[in-house]
């Protein structure tokens, strides 16, 4: 009888797909694959170590497995991920529950990881990190009709609240060919939506062909037969070039969608964050942004709390929030990562007034969300079905609009059965929360 395993993929989009690198060699080393731990002989839990709350999260699902352990349901259990990457002599000795402790540059070893803790070996290792795989063969483990490209490994910005460079290392792009014949690979097996993804997608190439080819892998991206909606997330302003912007507006697969993380819009805070443009900078790319590519949704992220931050700069982001009026936007309290450079910084905020200020911008944001879905009304829109609600007695989706396990849904009737992964034409006629509510036409 095979071996059973469950990966646990915790925190961002990149750490799944290495998740997904690590299920296609297992599979193909004949391990049965299950989706719950609890189902399975060997838990891989894949880790996140990038801020307070994802840690917490790591720890508590690690030791929700290790009490399994424990019980005897589970008989080994493996721990990779940014997490052990970032504490690694640390995570060793506090898990002992752990049959494996290694770092990202050991998950395209993990079949022999597995191998020799299967035969009673404790393994604790820790690869460099230029050892991530930046490309290769995965079993999708999303709807089957959506995908993750990640497009490059790790950062080199050096913002000073940010742990991911001492996580994930530099910016190391993957070559264009092993992309785009990724690509083609999941397009041939029924992908027709694609998510490019990296720590900064903005930066692709620079390291590789001496400047940012992501225009040019945008474009090689749209003449792939199969895919229909090309969607790009975390592109940084100060990368956000004229060239970027005309494939954006001239590729019709290209979703009209960008998701920019802008994290404060203070000059004085974003010097100390290491981040190289101005409010006035921002001001004037939105407005190309929205002059260029008429329609286009707009997603940022905003923290809270940094250190020195007054609340005359946080009533600032406030105002310059409200005016810019982002379709969609996600707010954070700032978390004192140790080993950053803002960790050290004089004038760190206590708790409560860290997540005052985001909750006051979540609020503000609710009635931006409002305006916006409610001009929504009465539109025809085209949206991609992912299932169907037993309960409401309806279908729900995404439109253009909405990254998947980020922004909101569609909900919407129809008169004839639909399939998963289909594409509809809607006419919306409600809105719930940051939700629309529509019915089929098309």
Not at 421 to 428: A, C, D, S
Request: with cysteine.
């Amino acid at each position: 009888m095979a071996i059973k395993v469950s990966i646990v993929s915790l925190g961002c989009s990149k750490n799944l797909v290495d998740s997904e690198r690590m299920l296609r060699k297992l599979r193909l080393h004949g391990y049965e694959l299950v989706t719950e731990f609890g189902d399975a002989d060997v838990a891989v839990v894949n880790t996140c170590g990038f801020i307070q709350s994802a840690k917490e999260e790591a720890i508590e699902t690690v030791l929700e497995i290790a009490k399994l352990k424990e019980e005897g349901t589970v008989k080994k259990l493996i721990l990779t991920g940014c997490l052990t990457e970032r504490y690694r002599e640390e995570a060793a000795a506090e898990f002992p529950e752990a049959d494996a402790v290694v770092g990202i540059g050991d998950n395209k070893d993990i079949v022999e990881i597995l191998d020799r803790v299967l035969h009673g070996e404790r393994v604790v290792h820790f690869a460099p990190k230029t050892d991530v795989e930046l490309s290769g063969e995965r079993i999708i483990s999303t709807l089957p009709f959506f995908s993750y490209l990640k497009i490059a490994e790790g950062c080199s910005n050096g913002c000073t609240y940010c742990a991911i460079p001492m996580i994930r290392g530099g910016y190391r792009s993957a070559p264009m060919e092993a992309l785009l014949e990724e690509a083609a690979m999941l397009a041939a097996n029924g992908v027709t939506e694609l998510c490019v993804i990296a720590q900064d997608t903005t930066r692709y190439g620079e390291d590789l062909y001496g400047s940012p080819k992501l225009p040019e892998l945008l474009t090689a991206l749209c003449r792939i037969e199969g895919l229909h909606w090309i969607r790009v997330l975390y592109c940084y302003p100060e990368r956000i070039t004229d060239d970027l912007i005309e494939v954006m507006a001239r590729e019709p697969k290209l979703v009209k969608y960008i998701d920019m993380p802008i994290q404060h819009c203070n000059d004085e805070i974003l010097t100390a964050m290491r981040r190289p443009f101005t409010k006035a900078e921002l001001q004037a790319l939105i407005g190309k942004l929205r002059r260029r590519i008429p329609g286009i949704v707009l997603r940022t992220t905003l923290l809270t709390g940094f250190p020195g931050e007054t609340e005359a700069q946080f009533t600032e982001l406030a105002e310059f929030a409200r005016e810019m009026r982002f379709e969609r936007l996600g707010c954070f309290a700032y978390s004192q990562e140790e080993g950053t450079k803002a960790a050290k910084m004089p004038g760190q905020l206590d708790e409560e007034t860290k997540t005052r200020r985001a909750d006051l911008l979540m609020e503000q944001q609710m009635q931006v969300s409002d305006a916006y879905l409610s001009a929504q009304l009465g539109k025809e829109l085209e949206a991609v079905v992912e299932g169907y609600d037993r309960w409401a007695e309806c279908w729900f989706g995404r439109t253009a609009a909405d990254a998947p396990d980020i922004d909101g849904k569609v909900f919407f009737y129809s008169k004839r059965k639909l399939q998963i992964g289909e594409y509809v034409t809607l006419r919306i006629t409600d809105t719930m929360d940051y939700d629309l509510i529509g019915e089929v036409t098309a």
